[in-house]
């Protein structure tokens, strides 16, 4: 019975937070804006050398999303935190796990927007071919999965960081170094396949990202209600 | 080799600057812990 | 939360903050003895020569620094467990003190390196994750910073603890992997078994310095939570006078 709640709890705090965002949707403007502006900058920064350009693509694409895609976690708990709802949300009875799931699906949401649109522009100035045959339903995967991991303890650190002092600052300093093997992974598969894979190294590292994301998600559906309840 | 002494030197000294350094601190934030924890007590008169 | 019905100036507290001062002297002298020891009869290394000597202050560094963590880490599971304050101030002096081990570890790291490499850093898997480590360190101290609600900052930093822990092997692991993808040669070993002995007997002094440094940053900290109970608890007594006579 509890479970089908909860089900229901986090689609609807879900789709609140998605059409507060819609009707704001100069934010996801905003936000994707400023990831083909950063993309703009490392391609000064790097370039413009073809060769250069091209083995730096990944990396400045990754880059660009986190940098960009931060800005949209501390916003996914301002609209509570304005109205005071935190605190009538946490009355309800139900599990606090819920509330998490929620806010991570519409942050995806968020985020996968966001991508939609800075993903073609980095091929762009970056000038990488679209990948042959299936190998983009590779670089797909990989993107999923690395995004899924940002987004999770994005979502996770959020929920203290948007409640503290310095939020700006913080934010960055408690999840950067927890996305340093998202990062490793997702630039290193992505590079490699952009090249053909010639070592068989993507699989594993897709690999490595999926454990990741499955250890970081139990755990912070494990740990979200000590840090939303207090 | 006795450009390298340098670099073990440097090492060493480092090593025992930091722990003097840190040992002083320590030693502040006991001094002043133990003063404010004085100052509550006056203040709320009593303890624990 | 309770401190605890312990008063904090009794001659019981008195005498264990005495027990750990004598715990620091031991400590130094033992530390002071075992360099004394490596640098004046250890024999130059094969490759490294007498560089080899760093690793002497790097080596027992890293481990204590990451042992720190460690316990950070137990600490902030027990708080989770048992909701119990000396948990967390136990978890918040062993940052500090692992914070500036892991500090001193990448310093060493770098000392060693440059005469070695020629450069000041490789992104060798060790160090990165070392400094990985000390990136994890500070966003905890910070996070405790930027809290003031003490029983929030203490869930909060139990938490970010904990899942911090959970990433260092995660870390290690890719950088070590990143970087036998791109790179032909590794780092030699740091220890040859001749050295091991040498190595020990330091990484001991220094352990006991650690347990010295942790204990009494943990009895200061206990320190300033019994103040600021005492403040809280009057307040909250003045307070509930007050409803009474308006009542």
């Known amino acids: ?230 | 080799m006795a450009d390298n002494s340098t670099y073990i030197f440097a090492a060493y000294a480092i090593t025992w600057l930091t722990l003097i350094a840190y040992l002083v601190h320590l030693r502040r934030t006991r001094r002043d812990a133990e003063r404010r924890y004085r100052d509550a007590q006056r203040a709320t008169g009593g303890s624990i | 939360m309770a401190v605890g019905t312990m008063d904090l100036t009794t001659d019981v507290a008195a005498s264990a903050r005495g027990r750990t001062n004598w715990l620091g002297v031991a400590g130094i002298l033992a530390l002071a003895a075992a360099q004394l020891f490596v640098v004046v009869t250890s024999p130059p290394d094969r490759d490294m020569g007498h560089l080899q000597k760093i690793m002497y202050v790097h080596v027992p560094a890293a481990w204590n620094a990451f042992l720190a963590y460690f316990v950070v880490a137990i600490a902030s599971l027990r708080y989770l467990w048992k909701g119990r304050q000396t948990d967390d101030l136990l978890a918040a002096s062993a940052a500090e003190v692992g914070a500036l081990l892991t500090g001193l570890t990448l310093a060493l790291g770098m000392i060693w390196g440059r005469p070695t490499w020629g450069v000041w850093w490789t992104w060798d898997p060790r160090l990165t994750s070392t400094a990985v480590l000390f990136f994890i360190f500070i966003a905890y101290l910070l996070l405790r910073a930027f809290v003031d609600d003490p029983e929030r900052r203490a869930q909060w930093s139990a938490v970010v603890g904990l899942l911090g822990a959970l990433n260092v092997p995660i870390v290690y692991m890719s950088v070590r992997w990143w970087r036998t993808l791109h790179q032909i040669q590794s780092s030699p070993s740091t220890v040859d078994p001749a050295y091991a002995w040498g190595l020990r007997a330091n990484a001991i002094a220094v352990l006991v310095m650690l347990i010295f440094c942790i204990r009494h940053r943990y009895e200061s900290a206990r320190l300033e939570r019994g103040a600021d109970d005492l403040v809280d608890r009057a307040a909250l007594a003045a307070g509930r006078g007050r409803e009474v006579t308006d009542g």
């Open chain 1, 1 to 230: 019975m509890s479970w089908a709640s909860d089900v229901r709890r986090m689609r609807a705090i879900a789709w609140k937070d998605l059409t507060a965002e819609r009707r704001s949707r100069a934010v996801l403007n905003a936000v994707t804006f400023l990831g083909v502006l950063i993309l703009m900058l490392f391609g000064f920064a790097l370039g413009p050398d073809r060769d250069a350009l091209r083995d730096a693509a990944a990396g400045a694409l990754w880059l660009a999303i986190l940098f960009s895609g931060i800005l949209a976690f501390n916003r996914s708990y301002q609209v509570e935190l304005d109205g005071g709802a935190l605190e009538s949300l946490l009355l309800y009875p139900g599990s606090r796990w819920s509330i998490f799931a929620g806010k991570l699906l519409a942050n995806l949401a968020f985020v996968f927007l966001v991508e939609l649109i800075v993903i073609p522009v980095a091929m762009v100035l970056f000038q990488v071919q679209f990948p042959e045959g299936w190998a983009w339903a590779s670089q797909l995967a990989v993107l999923v999965l690395g995004t899924v991991g940002f987004v999770i303890l994005g979502t996770f650190y959020a929920a203290m960081s948007s409640r503290s002092r310095s939020r700006e600052v913080l934010l960055p300093l408690l999840l950067f170094p927890m996305m340093i093997p998202v990062l490793l992974g997702a630039v290193e598969s992505s590079t490699s396949l952009l090249r053909g894979d010639p070592m068989r190294e993507a699989g594993a590292w897709m690999g490595m990202l999926t454990a990741f994301d499955i250890i970081f998600l139990t755990a912070a559906l494990v740990t979200f209600e000590y840090v939303i309840e207090v």
